[in-house]
């Protein structure tokens, strides 16, 4: 529940450790170098770091004999003394292996900072179940894109955001509220005494939890009807624990929260027939984001939602990717574009895991015709070679969208090549290019390289599990000046590959050492 600080801990349950990042001037390298309690004190302040800790101590023990676990958490602490943000990268994978059950990573800043970086947490960290951003100016913006970077299922992302580091009262920021485990009435009563009497509750995260009764869990939402939520998610739920009297319920919340801005119901068995209520109760809000996916929501509600998108000023993403595939179909996805192309704010679209076959010429209008959309994910469809004709030949001459996704898409066709080439060759707009795993490989690289090279205005790729030879990659790479950002992951026949003492990174680091490599 919500994001909690300790210092001080009962035994058996959790060791801390306060890290600070070395570098090493002679070779820049980077090391983690263990610090003492008071200077952590001393950096941030006795009474920041005092306030950070009051009164926790209960709620950990008693947090941790309820799960029954005994586990050791890092603090890493990133300050002045630190290097550059862009170096959290390596901050994080410098992850000792000895620590193969850590639990909470703890970013702390003594100065605001902005540009956080994303994609920071490697698949090693499989434990990994709390990331919290303490201290850090990040707008919501920043944290949804790094919500998404993160992607993974296991792990809860919590913000706060402080407009100074001086804390008068910590229950002054008692904000935000996270809820896992059982629902049961013993869980709800503590919830309530915690947050009694507070009615800005800005955020509310329900995630990985198990309806042990359903009449507690609908008292708990009905504890939320009067607060002030911005932010509602409920998310890697037991899908079939929802039915529609725990969605009803969760529906008459939206209604009555007239400050809601943010809504994410993704994987709770969203039906059609739950989708005019719905709508009907978010219709008058200031929604900006709107995440329905991996839902079982077909072409019918599609076009209740694009009713929506057409009457809605507000929405800047919208994701309704991984729905029931068969039966949402290309059509569904013609009435979600429809609707979109005349929305003003929107900027983000993502379509993944959907049959979308045929529908290039009306992603092509939505294209061109929507000059507020910046970013179009279109991973793991079902597009045929005529789609992408239509889609790269609105890339060619777009002006606004900065981002396009293809990635895990079973191309293999020369001809498609071609037509993904000339449309970034010619694109003067685009900021980010992922094409991860569309086949790529030895034999028709230079198809897709040729497009790279003659644009000057892509700085950012993702070029992961494709087989072509790494040496290829990165020799590519390296002498492509414009390119500042490359996340790159062997397919698996390179699977020697290695990222350790590899004369390819080295060379990157010696010649290019403002390109950063990003290996996860």
Same mark, same amino acid.
């Given at each position: ?123 090693? =960290? %499989? *434990?990994? !179940?709390?990331? #919290?951003?303490?201290?850090? +100016? ?6 949804? /894109? $790094? @919500? ?7 792990? =809860? %992302? *919590?913000? !706060?955001?402080? #407009?100074?580091?001086?804390? +008068? ?6 904000? /935000? $509220? @996270? ?9 709800? *009563? ?331």
């Amino acid at each position: 529940m919500g994001c909690s600080y300790y210092s001080s801990l009962p035994k058996h349950t959790y060791e801390i450790s306060y890290c600070d990042l070395e570098s090493s001037k002679d070779d820049n390298t980077y090391k983690i170098k263990l610090i003492s309690k008071e200077e952590v004190k001393k950096r941030t302040g006795r009474k920041f770091f005092d306030q950070l800790n009051k009164n926790k101590d209960k709620e950990i023990s008693d947090f941790c004999k309820r799960e029954n676990f005994e586990q050791k958490t890092i603090f890493y602490l990133y300050t002045k003394e630190t290097p550059e943000i862009k170096n959290l990268y390596q901050m994080i994978n410098l992850i000792p292996k000895e620590v193969p059950n850590l639990h909470h990573i703890f970013l702390l800043s003594t100065e605001k900072v902005k540009d956080f970086p994303n994609n920071l947490i490697e698949k090693k =960290t %499989k *434990n990994l !179940i709390y990331i #919290d951003f303490i201290g850090y +100016e990040i707008d919501l913006n920043d944290m949804e /894109e $790094i @919500y998404e970077d993160m992607n993974y299922s296991h792990i =809860t %992302k *919590n913000y !706060i955001i402080y #407009d100074d580091n001086k804390i +008068e009262s910590s229950d002054e920021r008692l904000d /935000e $509220i @996270y809820i896992n485990g059982p629902i049961n009435k013993g869980y709800v *009563n503590h919830v309530k005494l915690n947050f009694l009497g507070k009615k800005e509750l800005i955020k509310v995260y329900i995630s990985e939890i198990k309806i042990v009764n359903i009449k507690s869990f609908i008292e708990l939402i009905h504890f939320f009807y009067h607060k002030d939520i911005k932010v509602f998610s409920i998310f890697n739920t037991n899908y079939n624990d929802f039915d529609d009297k725990i969605i009803d319920s969760i529906i008459k919340l939206l209604e009555k929260n007239y400050h809601l801005r943010s809504l994410d119901l993704h994987n709770i068995n969203l039906k059609d027939n739950n989708l005019n209520d719905l709508i009907r109760a978010i219709s008058d809000k200031r929604i900006r984001y709107l995440d329905l996916r991996k839902n079982n929501i077909t072409k019918e509600g599609a076009t209740i939602i694009s009713e929506f998108l057409r009457i809605n000023k507000t929405l800047i993403k919208l994701d309704i990717s991984n729905n029931n595939k068969t039966e949402f179909n290309s059509e569904g996805i013609k009435y979600i574009i429809s609707g979109l192309i005349t929305s003003p704010s929107i900027k983000y679209v993502d379509f993944s895991d959907m049959n979308i076959t045929g529908c290039g010429e009306h992603i092509s209008d939505l294209i061109l015709d929507n000059n507020s959309l910046e970013s179009l994910i279109l991973k793991n469809n079902d597009l045929n070679k005529n789609d992408y004709k239509n889609i790269f030949e609105a890339i060619k001459i777009c002006k606004s969208l900065k981002e396009i996704d293809i990635s895990h898409n079973d191309i293999n066709d020369n001809v498609i090549y071609e037509y993904i080439r000339d449309g970034i060759k010619s694109n003067v707009s685009l900021v980010l290019l992922r094409i991860d795993d569309i086949k790529i490989n030895d034999d028709n690289y230079k198809i897709i390289f040729e497009g790279i090279e003659n644009n000057k205005h892509i700085s950012k790729y993702s070029f992961c599990y494709n087989p072509v030879k790494p040496k290829i990659v990165f020799e590519f790479f390296i002498n492509q000046k414009q390119v500042k950002k490359l996340r790159y992951l062997p397919n698996e026949n390179n699977k020697d590959f290695s990222f350790e003492n590899n004369e390819f990174i080295e060379k990157c680091q010696k010649e290019r050492p403002d390109l950063v490599i990003i290996n996860y």
